[in-house]
């Protein structure tokens, strides 16, 4: 079968879609991805070392680093979690609609599916003009609409509540999002969404939702194209080992604690970042931990410190005694995986849900919002966490429920599974 991915975005965006390559290239299909960076990230010969094709279309977004830590900012400080996708869409997503139509369109031709991050209707409208399936891909199961399932930012107020909570956000991304999606499918001759969340975002073949099953019962009111395959973590590569250093830190004391934001780490001349790392490396002190502090910095190593500018999370993580992190999908999996407690510092969108996630789980505190972020605060949520019995075992927990998971082998055999129906 020849399939077609693309997506947009981060490093937390692109690698779960390589993942899933790797896994439809080893049962025999042919893979070819295309990817849009906003940065300057580049995967071609990750893919290329997985046996498919990657190539990057308008990468980087943004160009000029100073131009993107700007708008990071803006993103962080903006004042919900609507007005951080609207400024997103509008200055990340929207400017490269037109390039990644275009290169969607040519490989949707010669595709017989469209495998595609489901907030991509630059995609979905490519493979509605070749006429082949689109298949959508999501990485948070509690942005998935159901009464069972509550609705970030909003009041917990039951089934009831999680009902209007519901309609109230789809009246939103309808007021808002929706325009410019109904705009540019006009503008290529195809008729337009009524709805964004449920017609418009996932596709009603197969909708996959990246996130571990172990983490929600199905909600009865899914509709079958939901469903669950678990997280698309990638696999250990020649790319990704782990330094001496590393290892030499980590066997020489007490577990660490791991501080990083992943790609949503300010840049390394930014008086962000200065700022971030003394609140990393006071919190660590005053809290009695060894620390590894993931950063773009020149820093000498300590016996109780190590700054490393990447390191591979899953070989690292499951050594550490709780991690900071920024809540992203695929750092949140690692560390449930990992067994480890979490301190969750969300910054934007599906963070602030999957901040919550951990703490219902019983294996984080109260997320620290980015905004928010101190040394006094982080001190406190680093007492709340290492040490603490209950948290250890409910992360050791999640993790003896996730160890069968796998997310892309279950995608791929759920991708083949509908595709059967077209004759593939």
Same mark, same amino acid.
Request: with cysteine; net charge positive.
């Given at each position: 079968?020849?399939?077609?991915?693309?997506?947009?975005?981060?490093?937390?965006?692109?690698?779960?879609?390589?993942?899933?390559?790797?896994?439809?290239?080893?049962?025999?299909?042919?893979?070819?991805? =295309?990817?849009?960076?906003?940065?300057?990230?580049?995967?071609?010969?990750?893919?290329?070392?997985?046996?498919? @094709?990657?190539?990057?279309?308008?990468?980087?977004?943004?160009?000029?680093?100073?131009?993107?830590?700007?708008?990071?900012? #803006?993103?962080?400080?903006?004042?919900?979690?609507?007005?951080?996708?609207?400024?997103?869409?509008?200055?990340?997503?929207?400017?490269?609609?037109?390039?990644?139509?275009?290169?969607?369109?040519?490989?949707?031709?010669?595709?017989?599916?469209?495998?595609?991050?489901?907030?991509?209707?630059?995609?979905?409208?490519?493979?509605?003009?070749?006429?082949?399936?689109?298949?959508?891909?999501?990485?948070?199961?509690?942005?998935?609409?159901?009464?069972?399932?509550?609705?970030?930012? =909003?009041?917990?107020?039951?089934?009831?509540?999680?009902?209007?909570?519901?309609?109230?956000?789809?009246?939103?991304?309808?007021?808002?999002?929706? #325009?410019?999606?109904?705009?540019?499918?006009?503008?290529?001759?195809?008729?337009?969404?009524?709805?964004?969340?449920?017609?418009?975002?996932?596709?009603?073949?197969?909708?996959?939702?990246?996130?571990?099953?172990?983490?929600?019962?199905?909600?009865?009111?899914?509709?079958?194209?939901?469903?669950?395959?678990?997280?698309?973590?990638?696999?250990?590569?020649?790319?990704?080992?782990?330094?001496?250093?590393?290892?030499?830190?980590?066997?020489?004391?007490? $577990?660490?604690?791991?501080?990083?934001?992943?790609? =949503?780490?300010?840049? @390394?001349?930014?008086?962000?970042?200065?700022?971030?790392?003394?609140?990393?490396?006071?919190? $660590?002190?005053? @809290?009695?931990?060894?620390?590894?502090?993931?950063?773009?910095?020149?820093?000498?190593?300590? @016996?109780?410190?190590?700054?490393?500018?990447?390191?591979?999370?899953?070989?690292?993580?499951?050594?550490?005694?709780?991690?900071?992190?920024?809540?992203?999908?695929?750092?949140?999996?690692?560390?449930?995986? $990992?067994?480890?407690?979490?301190?969750?510092?969300?910054?934007?969108?599906?963070?602030?849900?999957?901040?919550?996630?951990?703490?219902?789980?019983?294996?984080?505190?109260?997320?620290? #919002?980015?905004?928010?972020?101190?040394?006094?605060?982080?001190?406190?949520?680093?007492?709340?966490?290492?040490?603490?019995?209950?948290?250890?075992?409910?992360?050791?927990?999640?993790?003896?429920?996730?160890?069968?998971?796998?997310?892309?082998?279950?995608?791929?055999?759920?991708?083949?599974?509908?595709?059967?129906?077209?004759?593939?």
């Amino acid at each position: 079968m020849r399939i077609g991915i693309q997506t947009w975005g981060s490093e937390g965006d692109i690698r779960p879609f390589i993942a899933l390559g790797s896994a439809l290239t080893a049962r025999g299909h042919h893979v070819e991805l =295309l990817y849009t960076e906003i940065g300057d990230r580049r995967y071609e010969a990750v893919a290329r070392a997985l046996g498919f @094709s990657a190539r990057a279309v308008a990468s980087p977004v943004i160009a000029d680093t100073t131009e993107l830590y700007e708008i990071g900012l #803006k993103a962080i400080n903006a004042r919900d979690q609507l007005q951080q996708g609207l400024l997103i869409a509008k200055r990340l997503l929207e400017p490269v609609i037109p390039q990644m139509y275009e290169a969607g369109l040519e490989l949707a031709r010669r595709s017989d599916v469209l495998v595609h991050h489901f907030i991509l209707h630059a995609s979905r409208a490519a493979a509605d003009v070749a006429r082949i399936p689109p298949i959508t891909v999501a990485f948070a199961h509690m942005l998935t609409e159901s009464r069972h399932i509550h609705p970030s930012g =909003l009041p917990r107020l039951g089934e009831w509540g999680n009902v209007i909570g519901w309609k109230i956000a789809r009246l939103a991304m309808n007021q808002t999002l929706l #325009k410019d999606v109904n705009r540019f499918r006009t503008k290529v001759g195809l008729p337009v969404f009524k709805d964004l969340m449920n017609i418009g975002w996932p596709s009603h073949h197969l909708h996959l939702i990246a996130s571990s099953p172990a983490l929600l019962e199905r909600p009865p009111d899914w509709p079958e194209w939901n469903q669950m395959c678990g997280f698309l973590a990638l696999p250990s590569h020649e790319h990704e080992t782990t330094t001496p250093q590393v290892d030499a830190f980590l066997a020489r004391g007490s $577990a660490p604690i791991f501080m990083g934001f992943g790609s =949503l780490m300010p840049l @390394s001349d930014s008086d962000h970042l200065r700022e971030l790392v003394v609140i990393f490396k006071e919190a $660590a002190a005053r @809290s009695g931990q060894r620390a590894i502090i993931q950063a773009d910095v020149d820093h000498p190593a300590t @016996s109780d410190l190590l700054f490393v500018r990447r390191t591979p999370h899953v070989q690292v993580f499951p050594r550490c005694a709780a991690v900071v992190h920024h809540a992203g999908a695929g750092t949140t999996h690692t560390t449930l995986k $990992a067994g480890v407690p979490s301190i969750p510092v969300p910054h934007v969108s599906d963070q602030f849900a999957w901040s919550d996630e951990l703490h219902r789980l019983g294996v984080a505190p109260a997320p620290l #919002k980015r905004t928010k972020l101190t040394a006094n605060g982080l001190v406190g949520r680093i007492r709340e966490t290492v040490g603490n019995t209950r948290m250890k075992q409910n992360a050791v927990a999640m993790q003896h429920r996730m160890a069968s998971d796998d997310g892309p082998e279950t995608a791929a055999t759920l991708i083949e599974r509908t595709m059967t129906r077209y004759g593939n």
